[in-house]
C-alpha cells in the first residue's frame, strides 16, 4: 500500500508529540517483548495508527475521551473496518487502562500477537473417538 507524502509527514510529526499513555506503552513496546517489533505512528493506507505490528497484523489504538465525543465513534469504526479490511485485528484501549498499568496492558497485547500454544502438526485435531 503506497503511502502519499502527507501521512507520511503526519505520522512523523505524531512521533515527536506523543501522548503520555502513547510514551508509557512505547516504553515497553521497543524492547520487542516476545520477540514483536512494533511501530509507533505507523501510516497504514490514509490512517496513522498508534501502534503496529507488521508480523502479527496487529494494530493498537488508544483512544482518549475525546474518542467518545461528537463523531468520532462513527469515524472510528470506519478506520477499524478499513484496517480489518486490510487484513489487521485492531486492539483499542482507553488511555486510562494504560495509564493505571501500562507493563500489564503491554503484556496482554503481546500475549495476543503470539503465536498460539499449540498447533496441529498436519491439519485439525482428531474428533471425539477418531484417535
Known sequence: MPQT???V????????SMTLP????????????????????HPIGPYVVDFCCLT????????????????RPARDAI???FLNDNGY???????ARVLADAVGTAGAIVACGAEP???????????AGEE
Open 22 to 41: 502513547e510514551v508509557l506503552l512505547w516504553r515497553e513496546f521497543r524492547q520487542r517483548p516476545n520477540g514483536l517489533k512494533f511501530r509507533r505512528q
Open 9 to 16: 509527514t503526519r505520522a512523523r510529526t505524531l512521533r515527536k
Open 56 to 71: 502479527a497484523r496487529m494494530v493498537v489504538e488508544i483512544d482518549g475521551m475525546a474518542h467518545d465525543a461528537g463523531n
Open 89 to 95: 485485528t485492531v486492539i483499542r484501549l482507553s488511555a
Open 79 to 81: 478506520r477499524t473496518r
Open 117 to 127: 500454544l499449540h498447533r496441529p502438526a498436519d491439519g485439525p485435531p482428531p474428533r
Open 5 to 7: 507524502r502527507p501521512v
